[in-house]
């Protein structure tokens, strides 16, 4: 049997409950009946012991902080506002050791801020809350700072914007380390979408024009429905009961991606999931997804994932 994937996650005091919640409900509970070994969670401190969040409930951190050295990722969770902007000298220093070792590093709305202060967002692109863009863009000059995205991937260094975004970039943790079929099934279990397109700038900046999100909804779910047929922006409007001129305006305001992008995006996902749970041909995975031919699969499925189906069932498949 392999070894556990070790989470740890630095914890100070104070700390929003939230962000922290995340990464215990997708790596801390057993769930090796989806993957086997699953992960270890395990909480760090400066100061090991029994440390206040902002909401009065109280966190357990029984491991020093340079334990996080040995951990496979190490989670950054938001701060309260004192340790973002002067985090601890300690927490700085573990968190470039860890990635001069290689391990995989991981900051979670707020958090992106003692990445930025240990100088591995230089040069790189990163997000954190949009409500915190100001403030860290001018803090931070040196990073390419991105306040649209739901989080970041460069390299082994990923950032995330805040809240229900530490949701999307934990289940991409998993979606890379087990594929596609586990992490969906995960998101089913925490009754959360497997994944979200678009961005946070949907809610940073509403539109001023009255969203139908409901209508919306039905058309994207008739839609998943139906991916093995020929769709298009007219299909999905009438659905929507929209022209499909204001439907494929309202559906970007909404979603953050063209309707179209939207489809080829889940033709993909599904295709992933057919590899991963299924010994269908290339050919007859091309027709389920609704891609037409192999060739149109593998083109589409390389310029998402950056590999071959062939290569990525290889992996994957169970």
């Known amino acids: 049997m392999s070894q556990r994937h070790i989470v740890g996650v630095a914890a100070t005091e104070d700390m929003p409950v939230f962000e922290l919640a995340v990464p215990c409900e997708v790596f801390g509970i057993d769930r090796s009946d989806l993957a086997d070994p699953w992960y270890e969670l395990r909480f760090a401190a400066v100061t090991p012991g029994v440390l206040p969040s902002r909401s009065g409930l109280t966190i357990t951190a029984p491991f020093p902080l340079r334990s996080l050295l040995d951990a496979d990722t190490l989670i950054v969770p938001a701060f309260a506002r004192a340790t973002q902007v002067a985090p601890p000298a300690a927490l700085v220093e573990v968190v470039r050791e860890a990635y001069e070792r290689g391990r995989r590093i991981v900051a979670i709305c707020t958090g992106a801020y003692v990445l930025a202060a240990a100088g591995l967002l230089d040069g790189?692109?990163?997000t954190t809350h949009w409500m915190n863009a100001f403030d860290f863009a001018q803090r931070f000059p040196a990073v390419t700072f991105d306040p649209d995205v739901l989080y970041t991937c460069d390299g082994t260094i990923f950032t995330s914007a805040g809240t229900g975004?530490?949701?999307d970039l934990c289940l991409h943790l998993v979606r890379l380390d087990h594929g596609a079929a586990v992490a969906n099934?995960?998101?089913?279990?925490m009754v959360v979408p497997p994944h979200r397109d678009g961005g946070q700038s949907q809610f940073a900046h509403p539109p001023q024009r009255p969203r139908t999100p409901?209508?919306?909804g039905v058309a994207l779910d008739w839609a998943r429905a139906r991916l093995d047929q020929p769709l298009t922006v007219a299909d999905l409007a009438r659905q929507?009961?929209?022209?499909?001129?204001t439907f494929a305006r309202r559906?970007?305001?909404s979603v953050g991606t063209s309707p179209l992008q939207w489809l080829l995006g889940q033709r993909v996902r599904l295709a992933q999931e057919l590899l991963e749970?299924?010994?269908d041909s290339i050919e007859r995975i091309a027709h389920?997804?609704?891609l037409g031919t192999p060739a149109n699969l593998r083109a589409h499925f390389a310029r998402q994932t950056s590999v071959t189906p062939t290569t990525y069932r290889q992996v994957f498949h169970r």
């Not at 099934?185 to 279990?189: D, I, K, L, N, S």
């Open 185 to 189: 099934e995960v998101a089913r279990r």
């Open 240 to 245: 929507a009961r929209l022209s499909p001129r």
């Open 214 to 216: 409901d209508s919306l």
């Open 277 to 279: 749970t299924t010994d």
């Open 288 to 290: 389920r997804t609704g």
């Open 124 to 126: 790189r692109r990163a």
């Open 251 to 253: 559906f970007r305001e």
């Open 165 to 167: 975004a530490a949701i």
